[in-house]
């Protein structure tokens, strides 16, 4: 009960990030480094959902490599992309 109430508890909150698609590789790179994300959603031009993922504590590379893989072919069509970063204080 009391890690229920820690959960609720925790503040979250989202960044917002507008860019093209060859620098999603980039910042989503850059978001996962920083290790502080718990969700990355990355939208299109019409504000549609394109993929969404969690980034869990401890997730390793060969985990994230299909999610990653997922954002190399968004990347690679989309002009312009927004993503929302969900970060837990």
Do not use: H
């Not at 508890?9 to 502080?36: H, L, P, Y």
């Not at 959902?49 to 060969?62: K, N, S």
């Amino acid at each position: 009960m009391a890690e229920e109430e820690k959960k609720t508890q925790e503040k979250k909150t989202e960044e917002t990030f507008r860019v093209s698609g060859a620098e999603i590789w980039d910042k989503i790179n850059e978001i996962v480094k920083e290790g502080n994300a718990r969700r990355i959603v990355i939208k299109n031009e019409k504000n549609e959902v394109l993929i969404e993922f969690p980034l869990t504590v401890g997730a390793v590379g060969v985990v994230l490599a299909p999610i990653f893989a997922a954002v190399g072919a968004i990347a690679a069509l989309a002009m312009k992309c927004t993503i929302v970063v969900e970060r837990r204080e």
